[in-house]
């Protein structure tokens, strides 16, 4: 973890906790991180819980994000949501590409993209995922896959020959989702530092030293201290541990 880069936890509830779970959870976790400083703390909850949770951390040093959203600003697209309907309920960040939204949900690289210029026109701070499935890995693609993912979704910041530095990076191994797999520190920093310097390559050194690249992959209060251990690790995206108060804040607090 570098020092010029403030750390990140950021959790994704995916599609998880009834309303007044999602409420009482988000207090929990304002009320952990009361005193805390040097951390950022981000929580993605549901759609249909960002209101709630935006007041139940009112006041708290905690970023609301959204878990998707489409690249238009209105229209007829019936089930989907805009960054401006995620501005107007008080998010500041949306999660784009995840591998389960590209698995489950076709999003290709050019889908991601677009909603990551959508977001970046508006101001919204995307947190772009990448990563390798099991059999990318053990085929020694790992490299090419996360390279491809991130020429193909940043697609449009290449052509300006600009990314804004808030942008933030999540590396999120498929193999290590909702697994119990981790990468070992050693291995999630090798491909954290090919994103950097992929990022120095196609931009600029000052940008590769600003943004935060995020691990997210199974990651547990056990395990959280090594990988920020890291110096190019500088945060988590993390699933089922940011169910519960106590195990999300034993990660912020690592």
């Known amino acids: 973890m570098n ?11 995916k599609m998880n906790l009834k309303l007044d ?7 929990g976790v304002a009320q952990g991180v009361r005193d805390l400083k040097g951390v950022e703390v981000l929580l993605a909850p549901p759609f249909t819980a960002l209101s709630a949770v935006r007041e139940a951390i009112d006041g708290a040093r905690i ?11 209105h229209g007829a697209f019936t089930g989907e949501v805009s960054g401006r309907m995620l501005q107007e309920v008080g998010c500041t960040h949306v999660i784009l ?20 210029k959508a977001a970046a026109f508006l101001g919204l701070i995307p947190i772009v995922c990448v990563g390798e499935t099991l059999e990318d890995r053990e085929a020694g693609r790992t490299f090419e896959v996360v390279e491809s993912q991130l020429s193909g979704s940043l697609k449009n910041f290449r052509a300006d020959q600009r990314m804004p530095p808030q942008t933030i990076l999540a590396y999120e191994p498929v193999w290590a989702i909702g697994t119990g797999k981790t990468a070992t520190p050693e291995q999630a ?39 920020m251990a890291q110096p190019d690790i500088d945060g988590a995206l993390v699933g089922g541990a940011s169910l519960k108060a106590e195990s999300f804040l034993g990660i912020i607090r690592f």
Do not use: C
């Open 189 to 227: 920093q090798e491909v954290h530092r090919f994103i950097r310097e992929w990022i120095e390559k196609t931009f600029n050194p000052g940008t590769a030293n600003q943004v935060r690249i995020l691990y997210g992959g199974s990651v547990k209060p056990e395990n959280i201290g090594d990988l």
């Open 97 to 116: 590409g995840h591998s389960e939204r590209r698995a489950l949900f076709g999003d290709t690289d050019e889908v991601v993209d677009a909603k990551v």
């Open 63 to 73: 970023f609301l994000g959204a878990q998707n959203m489409h690249w238009e600003m």
């Open 21 to 27: 779970e999602a409420v009482a959870l988000a207090r």
């Open 3 to 13: 020092i010029d880069r403030v750390p990140m936890i950021a959790g994704n509830w």
